[in-house]
């Protein structure tokens, strides 16, 4: 049972947009925690997408963008691409010690 | 170039202890703020955080598997060791370990994983 909650699948036509969402609570994305996202292709492992909101690690395209409300936070994919086609993670910290580091039941997703 | 490579039994058997080495190089674990986690994931399912050494040695682990997880460093070989005692089937997992900076908050780099298996 992951922590943070995410819809299991989302899907898009290539050049459409999507988004996905993150669900946490008030001791993690609410206490204002950084939000980062990850991007696995099945078989290998996560890769960092977007860090602290807004932060791209060198070479990933703007097309990816993020958003924060509240306990929520947002993934959106403009321009999809075939190559888009993976499992997606959020992660944040959550100041309950018991947990710490946690990351979102991810999603996958599929370009038609 | 930062890497990291885990290493391991691919196949262990049930009440048995897991032991799980990441070697990584390009960065240190004497550099302040410099962490290095283990992070599994069940076939089909999602990640999950298990613990966390930091340059300073403090170590921070899952409550829901902490009575069976320990985490240690050798900074001399750049390696950072986890140990999972009396592992069970549900242990059967990937097992990935990844930097993460304190200043980046965010887990940067990772290994490629190594799967494990727990059977009889």
Known sequence: QSVLTQPPSVSGAPGQRVTISCTGSSSNIGANMDVNWYQQIPGTAP???????????????DRFSVSKSGTSASLAINGLQDEDEADYYCQS??????????????????VL | QVTLRESGPALVKPTQTLTLTCTFSGFSLRASQM??????????KALEWLALIDWDDNKYYTSSLKTRLTISKDTSKNQVVLALTNVDP???????????????????????GTLVTVSS
């Open chain 1, 47 to 61: 890769k960092l997408l977007v860090n602290r909101e807004s932060n791209r690690p060198s070479g990933v395209p």
């Open chain 2, 90 to 112: 549900l242990d059967t997992a990937t097992y990935f370990c990844a930097r993460l900076p304190y200043d980046l908050y965010a887990f940067d780099a990772w290994g490629p």
């Open chain 2, 35 to 44: 962490s290095v986690s283990w992070v599994r994931q069940p076939p089909g």
């Open chain 1, 93 to 110: 910290y959550d100041i309950n010690p018991s947990v710490r580091w946690v990351f979102g039941s991810g999603t996958k997703l599929t």
